[in-house]
C-alpha cells in the first residue's frame, strides 16, 4: 500500500494519507470547494454528504461530494 | 437474487431490504437474516457504521460497532455499500444510484433506518470556509484532515459538543471554548436526572477529565464569524457579554433533526417531524418499518435496541421483540429529556441579520425570506430549499426562525443522474442516455 497518495488539486499535486477524503485534499491545498452563486468561497460543512457545499469535478465528472470519495493516486480535481 | 435486466442495471430481491448501515440498521438488519431472511443492507457510505460510528472506530464505540458489523456478516446480509436511494418506482421497489451505476432493489419488507443530520442554524459569517458542523468537522478529521496545534472553538447545543470537543482535543487541537446555549438551569437538570443512566454518568465523567483545559460556558452561542476567504475568528456571546476569539475553525451543530425525507416519499407518516411507529416500529405503511433517529432523537443505545425490534418483526418474531420494550422505554426517557434539555432558545432566531444568507444552495438572504409566510411561498418566489441539498439544511433552519412547515417530499430524495430518473420514466431508454 501506498504511504501517501498524490493528486492534483486545481493543477497543483498534492499529498494526502490513504484513505483521506477528497475534502480533506482541497482543505490541505488551502482552496475553497466552490464558490457560490452570488460568489462567496465555500467549504465543506456538513462532512456527511447532506449539504452538498464540498462539491467539486473529480476527474471531468461535475457535482462529487468531495467528503464522500476517496483519493486516488492521479485523481484530478477542480473545484467549481 | 441478481436478474439481469436491460443493460446498465440490475434488479435486485430481498425478503428484507434495510435502508441505513448506522447502528439501527446493522441491528435491524442482522436480527433479521439471523431468523433465516435473506436480506440486503444499503448504505451511502463505503463503510458501515453510519455517521456515529464512521470508520476509525475509537475505543468507546469500537466494541460495539464491530460486535454489531460481524453479526451482519455472520448472518450473511448483503450488504450494498456507496448506494443512495433515490426514488420509489412502484411499491415494493426502490431505485438507488452510485456514483456508476443505477440498481432496483425489491423488498417484501423495509426497514428505514436513515439516521439524523445536524442542524445549522444561521448566523452573520456562518457560510465561510472552516466554519463547519461540530459533527462534520469530526467526520473530516475522521476522515483524514490534520488538526494538531489547530484552534476550534466548538458552539451550539447537545451532547455532541462535549464528545466532538473531547475527540478534537485527543487529535492534538487546541479546543478554548465549548459554547453550550443551554441555561445552566436546565444541564443541571440533565446532569440531575443522569443518575437514572449510571454509564451515561460514566461517559460523562470521562469526557470531562478529557476536557481538562478547556472553557465550557453554558447560555452561550455564536453571534458573528469573521474572515475574508476563511474562518479568521468569532463573536461568541457569554452570560450576556461578547468576546471575540481567534480560531482556524468553528465546529457548530444545534443538536439533531432526523432523515425523514425517504419515509415521507414512501407515504409513511411523521408527527412533529418524527416517523410515526408502533410498538414494533411498523410505520403506517405495513410492510415498512422504521428504526433509530428517524423515530426520536435518543442516540446508539436506543437505535440499537429500536433496530432490533424492527429486524424480529419483519421476521414474526413479536415474541422476542416484546423482550425488548422494556429496554426502549428506559431509553425513550432519555430521548425525551435530550429533547427537554436542549430546546433552543428564542433568542438564536435574532441572530441572522438582513444579509445573512440563510439558503446556501441559492445563496437566499435572510431579508427576501423574511417577507413569506410559508416555506412553499419562499421556494416558490425566492428558491430558498430547491439547490442541490433539497432544503436539508434550510429546511430546519427555516423551521425554528420563521416557524415553516416544510412541504410534501418529492423524487428524487436526492439529486440523482438523467439515466437514472429514465428508468423510471421509462421515456429514455437507461442504454441511449449517456
Redesign the interface.
Known amino acids: 500500500m501506498l504511504s501517501q497518495v498524490t493528486l492534483t488539486v486545481n493543477g497543483t499535486q498534492i499529498a494526502?494519507?490513504p484513505?483521506?477524503?477528497v475534502?480533506?485534499a482541497i482543505?490541505?491545498a488551502g482552496q475553497?470547494?466552490r464558490t457560490?452563486?452570488?460568489g462567496?468561497?465555500?467549504?465543506?460543512?456538513?462532512?456527511?454528504?447532506?449539504?452538498?457545499?464540498c462539491?467539486v469535478a473529480i476527474d471531468g465528472?461535475a457535482?462529487?461530494r468531495s467528503?464522500?470519495?476517496?483519493c486516488e493516486e492521479g485523481m484530478q480535481v477542480s473545484t467549481e | 437474487m441478481k436478474t439481469s435486466r436491460e443493460a446498465g442495471h440490475t434488479t435486485t430481491r430481498f425478503e428484507v431490504l434495510v435502508v441505513g448501515g448506522g447502528p439501527a440498521g446493522m441491528a435491524a438488519a442482522a436480527r433479521a437474516a439471523e431468523c433465516g431472511l435473506r436480506v440486503g443492507l444499503v448504505d451511502d457510505n463505503f463503510r458501515l457504521g453510519g455517521q456515529i460510528w464512521r470508520s476509525q472506530p475509537d475505543a468507546d464505540s469500537g466494541a460495539e460497532a464491530s460486535k454489531w458489523a460481524e453479526r451482519v456478516f455472520k448472518a450473511g446480509v448483503t450488504v450494498l455499500y456507496g448506494l443512495r436511494v433515490v426514488d420509489q418506482p412502484e411499491a415494493g421497489i426502490l431505485l438507488a444510484e452510485s456514483s456508476e451505476r443505477f440498481s432496483e432493489l425489491a423488498y417484501e419488507k423495509l426497514v428505514l433506518a436513515t439516521g439524523a443530520r445536524e442542524r445549522f442554524l444561521p448566523f452573520p459569517g456562518w457560510t465561510l470556509p472552516n466554519v463547519m458542523g461540530a459533527g462534520g468537522l469530526q467526520a473530516i478529521v475522521k476522515s483524514g484532515l490534520p488538526i494538531d496545534g489547530k484552534r476550534v472553538v466548538v458552539a451550539g447545543t447537545g451532547p455532541l459538543l462535549l464528545a466532538v470537543a473531547a475527540y478534537l482535543r485527543s487529535h492534538g487541537a487546541q479546543v478554548p471554548l465549548v459554547c453550550e446555549q443551554a441555561t445552566w438551569g436546565s444541564l443541571t437538570r440533565f446532569g440531575l436526572a443522569l443518575s437514572r443512566w449510571p454509564a451515561k454518568v460514566i461517559q460523562g465523567l470521562q469526557l470531562r477529565r478529557d476536557l481538562t483545559g478547556t472553557r465550557f460556558a453554558a447560555n452561550s452561542w455564536p453571534l458573528t464569524a469573521h474572515g475574508q476567504q476563511a474562518l479568521e475568528s468569532v463573536t461568541i456571546t457569554r452570560a450576556g457579554r461578547t468576546e471575540t476569539i481567534a480560531c482556524d475553525y468553528l465546529a457548530c451543530g444545534f443538536h439533531l433533526v432526523p432523515n425523514i425525507e425517504l419515509p415521507r416519499l414512501l407515504g409513511c407518516t411523521a408527527t412533529n417531524g418524527y416517523v410515526t411507529v408502533d410498538d414494533f416500529q411498523q410505520t403506517t405503511i405495513p410492510s415498512i418499518f422504521c428504526a433509530g433517529e428517524p423515530t426520536s432523537i435518543g442516540g446508539v443505545e436506543l437505535a440499537i435496541i429500536e433496530g432490533q425490534i424492527a429486524g424480529l418483526a419483519v421476521a414474526g418474531r413479536a415474541a422476542e421483540a416484546r423482550l425488548l420494550f422494556g429496554k426502549r422505554e428506559r431509553a425513550r426517557r432519555f430521548a425525551r429529556l435530550l429533547d427537554r434539555t436542549f430546546q433552543l432558545r428564542s433568542e438564536l432566531s435574532k441572530l441572522p441579520s438582513a444579509e445573512t444568507i440563510i439558503c446556501r444552495c441559492e445563496d437566499v438572504l435572510y431579508s427576501r425570506l423574511r417577507k413569506h409566510t410559508s416555506w412553499r411561498a419562499a421556494k416558490l418566489h425566492t428558491r430558498c430549499g430547491m439547490g442541490p441539498c433539497q432544503g436539508r439544511v434550510c429546511g430546519p433552519a427555516t423551521q425554528f426562525l420563521f416557524n415553516w412547515n416544510p412541504d410534501s417530499v418529492r423524487p428524487p430524495v436526492f439529486p440523482a443522474r438523467i439515466e437514472t430518473m429514465a428508468a423510471v420514466t421509462g421515456q429514455l431508454e437507461p442504454s441511449a442516455a449517456k
Open positions: 494526502v494519507p484513505g483521506a477524503t475534502a480533506v482543505m490541505l475553497a470547494c457560490s452563486v452570488s462567496e468561497p465555500r467549504g465543506p460543512l456538513c462532512g456527511m454528504g447532506i449539504c452538498f457545499e462539491r465528472k457535482h462529487c467528503c464522500q470519495v476517496l
